[in-house]
């Protein structure tokens, strides 16, 4: 009796970490299905995708509202002092942020910087591979290891509910 019961417990998986585990693989599979996917200032769907609205569209293909995040700010912001903290500020409500790359996981938001501002936002998608949306290139799938992003990283963010 004492070993079935130490199985049972041994086996045990919560329906809370299954469905958090096929969220996540949702969120890999939706967000390599985007690349390629061209880069459209402002834009939030399968037309075109800015880095803001990939983060949008692939959080809400599982089911996570981030309002806020599409706030109105100048395509360009990072240049002007009054809106140095602006994006840091639009995702702190959504994202436990974290300095570094630490416990990085499938589904956490990665925030770059450029000339000390924080300006550009990916999406970890596991195996150091994260998915983003340029100006020019559209969305593409990068290695995190790769030196002109390693250097611009910021920090991470969990999400504080939905995807942890």
Known sequence: MG??????????????????AKKKEVFRQVALATINTPFKYKGKTEEGLDCRGLGIYLYNKVGIDLTGLDEEYPYDFWKY???????????SPHFELKEGVGTIECGNLMLFSFRSVACHLGFYIGRQ????????VGVRKENTTTSSWS?????HGKLKKGLC
């Open 129 to 136: 591979e994260f998915v983003h949306s340029l100006d020019g």
């Open 3 to 20: 070993f079935q019961r130490f199985r049972e417990d041994l086996c045990f998986v919560s329906p809370d970490a299954v469905n958090v």
């Open 151 to 155: 250097i611009r990283f910021l920090m």
């Open 81 to 91: 002092p009054k809106y140095k903290d602006i994006l840091l500020n639009a995702i």
